[in-house]
């Protein structure tokens, strides 16, 4: 019997083939990001033209009036106030974050019994819902009954008690704090995932150059751990930025709008004045401050690198 030859396959109808596959595997995970991001923001930005308020759910109707949004909350007393509260809440977050997250990195490259042990329980503030720890600290920090008044009245350090909540520059700096002790365990992780990528004998090295513990640090480690330092402190900027739960759970925003930043801001005018259109421009000028430190940062650092 005469023996059958195999088919040549097309050249052209296997790259037709491969284009396929490659595309359907695209299409999911691009039609996930259109359906649960991009509709929202688009219709985020939509809303923020239209004077959009709760008796358009009844009506449907939303006029259309512009830039009317945005120059109210730009022009507004208290949009200054929270811009600068925003800036004090982020700068004050990331730096005590990154600062003790890399202090822990460091501590825990070490090894010594019970490490893993203490890394998981490090963990415990980043694996908590958010509310659940403001209402800890929230309980905490009152300046009656909490603990730490009560614990700094028994060690004789202050008398009357000092007014976490309620003092205007207090209550800053205890969400502040809180937010601090809430990002520690992501800082942790990713920098001290970073550190273990770092080959051993590039320190065996440096040891052998007569180069201590600071040097080492200044020429080895930090180094090669900037590109992780970078995700680090941009992902840390575009969290801090929208933070929401925690303020409102401890202060409210509050007192006297103290605590009060863009985020909370945003939510107030939409879940609490009802002001759609006006809550919508509000997070969309979030949305462009994160967007333009992401990119800022992001030139910067490349350009470093480059030099």
């Given at each position: 019997?005469?023996?059958?030859?195999?088919?040549?396959?097309?050249?052209?109808?296997?790259?037709?083939?491969?284009?396929?596959?490659?595309?359907?595997?695209?299409?999911?995970?691009?039609?996930?990001?259109?359906?649960?991001?991009?509709?929202?923001?688009?219709?985020?930005?939509?809303?923020?033209?239209?004077?959009?308020?709760?008796?358009?759910?009844?009506?449907?109707?939303?006029?259309?009036?512009?830039?009317?949004?945005?120059?109210?909350?730009?022009?507004?007393?208290?949009?200054?106030?929270?811009?600068?509260?925003?800036?004090?809440?982020?700068?004050?977050?990331?730096?005590?974050?990154?600062?003790?997250?890399?202090?822990?990195?460091?501590?825990?490259?070490?090894?010594?019994?019970?490490?893993?042990?203490?890394?998981?329980?490090?963990l415990l503030p980043w694996l908590l819902p958010l509310v659940v720890s403001g209402t800890a600290w929230r309980w905490m920090l009152d300046p009656d009954t909490g603990v730490v008044n009560a614990a700094l009245r028994a060690l004789r350090l202050s008398s009357s008690g000092i007014p976490w909540?309620?003092?205007?520059?207090?209550?800053?700096?205890?969400?502040?704090?809180?937010?601090?002790?809430?990002?520690?365990?992501?800082?942790?992780?990713?920098?001290?995932?970073?550190?273990?990528?770092?080959?051993?004998?590039?320190?065996?090295?440096?040891?052998?150059?007569?180069?201590?513990?600071?040097?080492?640090?200044?020429?080895?480690?930090?180094?090669?751990?900037?590109?992780?330092?970078?995700?680090?402190?941009?992902?840390?900027?575009?969290?801090?930025?929208?933070?929401?739960?925690?303020?409102?759970?401890?202060?409210?925003?509050?007192?006297?709008?103290?605590?009060?930043?863009?985020?909370?801001?945003?939510?107030?005018?939409?879940?609490?004045?009802?002001?759609?259109?006006?809550?919508?421009?509000?997070?969309?000028?979030?949305?462009?401050?994160?967007?333009?430190?992401?990119?800022?940062?992001?030139?910067?650092?490349?350009?470093?690198?480059?030099?």
């Open positions: 019997m005469p023996s059958r030859s195999r088919p040549v396959t097309d050249p052209a109808r296997a790259r037709c083939w491969e284009r396929l596959a490659q595309w359907m595997y695209i299409v999911p995970a691009a039609a996930y990001l259109l359906l649960f991001f991009g509709y929202p923001i688009a219709k985020n930005i939509v809303m923020s033209f239209q004077q959009y308020t709760i008796t358009t759910f009844y009506t449907g109707a939303a006029p259309f009036v512009g830039l009317q949004n945005y120059s109210k909350i730009l022009a507004s007393d208290l949009f200054s106030k929270a811009l600068l509260t925003t800036v004090l809440f982020t700068a004050g977050s990331i730096v005590g974050q990154f600062a003790l997250g890399l202090a822990f990195a460091l501590f825990f490259q070490r090894r010594f019994p019970l490490n893993g042990v203490l890394r998981s329980l490090l909540l309620t003092g205007t520059s207090q209550a800053l700096v205890s969400v502040i704090l809180i937010n601090i002790w809430v990002g520690i365990p992501f800082n942790t992780a990713i920098l001290y995932g970073g550190l273990q990528d770092i080959p051993r004998h590039l320190y065996e090295a440096a040891k052998l150059d007569g180069a201590g513990p600071l040097a080492s640090f200044r020429h080895v480690t930090w180094p090669l751990l900037r590109p992780v330092v970078s995700v680090v402190l941009v992902l840390g900027v575009v969290y801090t930025v929208k933070v929401l739960d925690i303020i409102l759970v401890v202060t409210g925003g509050g007192p006297a709008g103290a605590t009060e930043t863009l985020a909370t801001q945003s939510y107030e005018l939409s879940f609490q004045q009802f002001e759609f259109g006006r809550g919508a421009a509000m997070s969309n000028v979030l949305i462009v401050i994160s967007l333009a430190f992401a990119i800022v940062y992001l030139r910067a650092n490349r350009r470093a690198r480059n030099v």
